[in-house]
DNA sequence: GTAGACTCGACAACGTGGTTGACGAAATAG
DNA sequence: CTATTTCGTCAACCACGTTGTCGAGTCTAC
């Protein structure tokens, strides 16, 4: 109360919020049989998709080098939520696709996530959670931006 | 819209918020003479205060760390932006104290946080805004989160 | 059909932001 | 006086990004 209408405060809720969804996500994918997946692992599994992309092509949706992108694969790989496949029709390219592990991660996330909204819904109303999601729709740039948290940031 | 109500959207959104306002903070810091300040410096300025800290107090405060705080002080130290002072009543301790540029770069970015809400009330009127801001503090922690945004991401 | 340009994936070196573990020096508790 | 705690630092390591380089494969133009 004490900040009201302090210009410092909005990021900061603004963060909170994000990284509160985040963490509970995390928090229940690890319940669920995920508890390796850090963040980063499920913006690129995201990015990746169902249908699979190369690692620069990985690089390019994510807004990071290619290289950057190669080693993001090398982790998911590790972990098994990932595998590389050479392409049959190009000697240069190799396929990134998800395996059934990080297909069910992503299953599971986009579940978690639509939980949590429905309690975020539940606390502040349709209309409220509603307002909030038009309201930030308005004021930030509506072209993709990227994903790169950790590298931006620091 | 066609997005509407996914809970996938949610958290980019607030991100994407976040985002764009440390952004917006440090183009307008550069243009102001402070071009080399990244986000995580900011935050760690923020964490020092006026009245200065311990390297051992800071990585308290940022959630992280005493080594971490402590090579956080050293890029500080080597852009300027802080020094380190021995204590004269405790031999172990050194206090991190902010330099006149480094107070600066706070007192600037106060005022630009306070102008970038401005245009966000502008845009979305005082209501929506003060909503907005209200509804995240309703379903945020209370207490007190971590600021190590890049080491819990990745 | 071949020469040149482009793309792909990988390698190396580096910067930044974290982590643990260890350690000497200084303060504090008993 | 001794035992414990705290402070700052060093060293090693990991995650995630960067740029530059490179061989190999593909595509385009002549």
């Given at each position: 109360m004490a900040e009201q209408?302090?210009?410092?405060?909005l990021p900061l809720l603004l963060f909170a919020g994000f990284r509160t969804l985040i963490d509970a996500l995390h928090t229940e994918l690890a319940r669920q049989g995920h508890p390796d997946v850090r963040p980063a692992y499920g913006f690129a599994m995201q990015a990746i998709g169902i249908d699979g992309a190369t690692a620069s092509e990985l690089g390019r949706r994510l807004g990071v080098s290619k290289q950057a992108a190669g080693k993001t694969v090398d982790?998911?790989?590790?972990?098994?939520?990932?595998?590389?496949?050479?392409?049959?029709?190009?000697?240069?390219?190799?396929?990134?696709?998800?395996?059934?592990?990080?297909?069910?991660s992503l299953v599971r996330s986009a579940e978690i996530f639509d939980q949590l909204r429905a309690q975020w819904a539940a606390t502040l109303g349709q209309n409220r959670l509603a307002s909030m999601e038009n309201d930030l729709r308005t004021v930030v740039p509506t072209d993709?931006?990227?994903?790169?948290v950790a590298g931006w940031f620091g």
């Open positions: 209408g302090s210009g410092f405060e982790r998911l790989a590790a972990l098994g939520y990932a595998e590389r496949v050479d392409d049959d029709t190009d000697g240069r390219r190799k396929l990134v696709r998800l395996t059934p592990r990080g297909i069910d993709g931006f990227r994903l790169d």
